[in-house]
């Protein structure tokens, strides 16, 4: 074996070390932070977290059962606008497209995709709070809403082309016109898809916080209704953490584990959903 | 020319276009009547000037090589090539005398069942496949009757009777294509178009559909593809030979067998090609 | 056309007649309408997004027209605006963001598209791609209390110690600032660089690897001269998206940049980015010149974001397409 080819061997090996420990700098870093917000928000979870109103500024205690229910209202808002859009417009790209304006479309989708959240937080802005002249918990739930289009209809357009043409064939040759044999048979063959493809995208915006910064903007108290600002988990966390008091640091902590524990446990359930395939048996 | 010959031709020249020459045929009723049918895919035509009688409450047999637009033919009676932006065809095709383009599609479909060549069941259970077409088209009757009707017609309700709600998709292969024939013959079709059943199947489960077909007859008008020429000639009563989109024989099947008026029949079905 | 009731099928089965042909090609037209116009209001929402930016920043657009790109100046008590400083803080921190986590995502994305074994690389790809969904906001969270201290009390102290001569690493050091916000950036890119990397280097077809390796090339020669360079335009394609993504990024930053409107040549010092002033100052902004100008920051954002997003799609296509086009 001459020399050349062993220093070759040791690059090799070297090469594959240096890789791999790339990859384990990027895995440890999730490690890092779930196990820092284990230990940090752990201690600071506590019954109160879950049920109490913040303190005024200064009082130790409190908690944030507001944001809980902010957040919770400003998804289902979010849910009920970004979710119908896009399945219709994803059955749209997939049932119905014609060449040109299917294209637009999708173009658009992927634009308005790559759009920072911050700035949709302003579109908002300007079409809910200048003309309501006041912060609401329906601006947030546009915006967060606005943010769940493009995903809902990507993932809607890709799981019906996977349902198979013989299904749809075999539908139409009963005598089903289309849009029936879309709503009877497409439809629910790729319901699973769809549905976990809803649940990641409401993941993701559940842990939005700059489009909620000026449109639900906060509040300390309960928020009533849709018309008025309204505490959110994302947003509590960003002025807790960087406020100089200690006691709200650990609230922000408890606060994140929660978000993150949530978020977190949404993605790997759908992602277990997804990974089972798709035709699962009806028993 | 034999007298035997000449006699036949004779009576075929009193024939309108498109029945099957042979004995009995003036007493047999047509189901559907296909009437100088040219098929477009764009610009390419697949079939030439078809003139064809499918018989009533008999199996009529297309034959020909991979290609020559069988299936083509078959999924233009129940207007399945409407889903095919390019394909255009002229011609005549009726059904109990009514033009298939007069009538509404879904309704035309309802009676002109159609069974493919691989199996696609739903994602459903056996119940929900079979009930599928009846759920659609307003059934009005009992839904569970009329599914174990078809179940029993289609020779799988012995097999499938206890696990009804279950998966279509935990049936074997033949099982699978027999609730495909359950399922269309749920509606009650007038004709069933039967698009190569038998060949994803092994040879049981293909003789277990060949018998079934031959009960259904009673019923039913079917027209079946194959490419297998030894299902032809036991199952139809009628076979015809079609090349490169053209219909070049059509006769009862013993005799395309074994007297083929046409030399590329008689290619055909010694097996020279195809 | 039939006008009457067309009853179809056998008597006494009890099919409902169906009524008039229309009703039922109406159906189909429904559906297709329906779909239709929701799929036009994606379009529809996008335009008024884009309207409603032009709009609202007229105000700072007429009043200060292209120089507004170019002044340093942020005074909103004087009414002063001038992009620069944001501009300056948004580039600083996503350059130093790739800077980090371009060889550390190609990396990885290499070692678990080429090197590891099957099941060692999805697993680890699960995780990696639950990373790319924390929240920004946990990000910015765990930066303060862990990065920043860690950088003032140890990393810039040294880095000051070692580097020193260079005007980079000068002047106060408050953990805050570029380096902060820049390795934050870098940590939350990693995820999409890796991902985008590794399903382009995926995509590359088994013949490039084969030749290579039937030529006597090692694992690592066969990937880093046949793979990568394949590759090229796809990689470089995730870095786009990696950048669009590091340019709109906000909260996490907005929490450790330092908040402060200065174009510093030293890493150490505290700056702005784009979207951290406007997630800053938005709600404050008195005046409508200031709101006006805050909503032009955000125009630039967007068009930026639009631009690199474009190219980089581009790119990646171009890649996948070759792989395809070559079978």
């Known amino acids: 074996m001459n020399f050349r080819s062993s220093w070759r061997k040791i690059v090799n090996a070297a090469m594959l070390s240096l890789t791999g420990l790339c990859a384990l700098v990027a895995v440890a870093a999730l490690f890092f932070i779930l196990g820092y917000l284990v230990w940090h928000g752990g201690k600071a979870l506590s019954w109160d977290f879950f049920t109490r109103l913040p303190k005024p500024v200064g009082e130790a205690g409190g908690g944030m059962a507001n944001a809980i229910v902010g957040s919770a209202k400003l998804l289902l808002l979010a849910s009920l606008i970004g979710l119908p859009i896009g399945f219709l417009a994803g059955v749209y790209l997939a049932e119905f497209g014609g060449r040109t304006f299917a294209f637009l479309v999708r173009y658009t989708t992927d634009l308005l995709n790559g759009v920072p959240s911050i700035v949709i937080g302003i579109f908002a802005y300007t079409i809910v709070v200048l003309p309501m002249r006041h912060f609401s918990t329906l601006a947030g739930g546009i915006a967060l809403g606005v943010m769940m289009i493009p995903i809902a209809v990507r993932s809607t357009e890709e799981f019906l082309r996977l349902v198979p043409r013989s299904l749809r064939e075999g539908a139409m040759a009963l005598g089903a016109s289309r849009w029936k044999m879309i709503a009877t048979v497409v439809v629910p063959a790729a319901y699973r898809g769809i549905l976990t493809a809803a649940l990641l995208a409401l993941a993701r915006v559940a842990g939005e916080t700059a489009p909620l910064l000026f449109t639900a903007f906060g509040n300390r108290f309960w928020s009533p209704g849709w018309g008025q600002p309204t505490a959110s988990l994302p947003v509590m966390i960003f002025t807790y953490a960087v406020a100089p008091y200690e006691d709200w640091h650990q609230q922000a902590w408890a606060a994140g584990l929660v978000l993150l524990g949530l978020v977190l446990l949404t993605n790997v359930a759908a992602r277990a959903v997804l990974s089972r395939g798709m035709f699962v048996h009806r028993s | ?274 | 056309m039939a006008t009457a009731p067309i009853a179809v099928g056998h008597a006494g089965r009890g099919w409902r007649p169906r009524a008039l042909l229309r009703r039922l090609r109406s159906g189909d037209e429904i559906a297709h309408l329906v779909t239709l116009l929701f799929a036009g209001s994606v379009i529809l929402i996008t335009s008024l997004l884009v309207y409603e930016l032009w709009v609202n920043s007229a105000l700072s657009r007429h009043k200060f027209g292209w120089a507004f790109f170019g002044t340093r100046v942020w005074d909103p008590i004087f009414e002063q605006f001038g992009a620069l400083p944001f501009i300056y803080g948004t580039l600083v921190t996503s350059f130093l963001a790739l800077l980090v986590a371009v060889p550390l995502g190609l990396g990885a994305a290499i070692f678990l598209a080429e090197l590891a074994p099957p099941r060692v690389s999805s697993a680890l790809t699960f995780v990696i791609e639950l990373l790319a969904a924390v929240p920004s906001v946990i990000y910015g969270l765990l930066a303060v209390f862990t990065l920043v201290p860690l950088l003032r009390e140890h990393v810039e102290p040294f880095l000051r110690a070692t580097l020193g001569f260079l005007p980079l690493f000068q002047g106060p050091m408050y953990g805050v600032g570029f380096l902060a916000g820049g390795l934050v950036l870098a940590l939350m890119v990693v995820p999409f660089i890796i991902s985008v990397s590794r399903e382009v280097l995926l995509a590359v077809p088994g013949h490039q690897r084969e030749a290579a390796l039937a030529l006597g090339a090692t694992r690592w020669e066969t990937t880093w001269k046949a793979v990568v360079p394949y590759a090229r335009a796809g990689i470089l394609g995730s870095v786009f998206l990696a950048l669009a993504r590091a340019l709109g990024e906000t909260m996490a930053v907005t929490m450790v940049i330092g908040n402060n409107p200065q174009i510093s040549a030293s890493l150490f010092a505290p700056g702005y980015s784009i979207a951290a002033v406007i997630a800053n100052e938005f709600t404050e902004a008195t005046g409508d010149l200031y709101l006006a100008a805050l909503i032009e920051l955000a125009l630039a954002l967007f068009l930026l974001t639009f631009l690199l997003n474009g190219l980089a799609r581009l790119l990646i296509l171009l890649t996948t397409q070759r792989g395809t086009s070559h079978e």
């Not at chain 2, 009576?11 to 009437?35: C, E, F, H, V, Y």
């Not at chain 2, 056996?126 to 009757?145: K, Q």
Request: hydrophobic share 40%; aromatic share 6%.
């Open chain 2, 1 to 274: 020319m034999t007298l035997k010959l000449a006699l036949e031709k004779k009576a075929q020249a009193n024939q309108p276009p498109g029945t099957p020459p042979g004995p009995a045929a003036a007493d047999l009723q047509m189901r559907m009547k296909i009437s100088d049918l040219n098929f477009y895919y764009g610009s390419k035509q697949a079939l030439f000037g078809i003139n064809l009688g499918v018989a009533a409450n008999r199996i009529t047999a297309l034959i020909g090589p991979s290609g020559c637009g069988k299936s083509t033919l078959l999924r233009t009676l129940n207007r399945m090539h409407e889903t095919i932006r390019e394909a255009r065809w002229e011609g005549e095709v009726l059904l109990d005398d009514e033009n298939i383009l007069a009538l509404d599609v879904t309704q035309l479909r309802r009676r002109v069942g159609m069974v493919f060549q691989k199996a696609n069941p739903f994602p459903k259970s056996i119940y929900e496949n079979v009930a599928y077409g009846l759920r659609i088209n307003g059934y009005r009757g009992s839904l569970e009757e009329a599914v174990e009707r078809s179940l029993v017609r289609a020779a799988l309700w012995e097999e499938v009777k206890d696990q009804l709600h279950k998966s279509a998709y935990g049936l074997s292969g033949g099982q699978q294509q027999r609730l495909c024939i359950a399922r269309a013959l749920a509606v009650d079709p007038e004709v069933l178009l039967l698009d190569e059943p038998c060949s994803a199947l092994d040879p049981v489960n293909t003789a277990k559909i060949e018998e079934l077909l031959f009960q259904l007859r009673q019923n039913c008008t079917l027209l079946m593809v194959t490419h297998n020429m030894q299902q032809a000639a036991r199952v139809s009563e009628f076979t015809a030979f079609v090349l490169n989109g053209q219909l070049i024989e059509f006769k009862p099947t013993p005799q395309l067998f074994t007297t083929p008026a046409d030399p590329r029949t008689e290619a055909y079905i010694t097996g020279r090609f195809g």
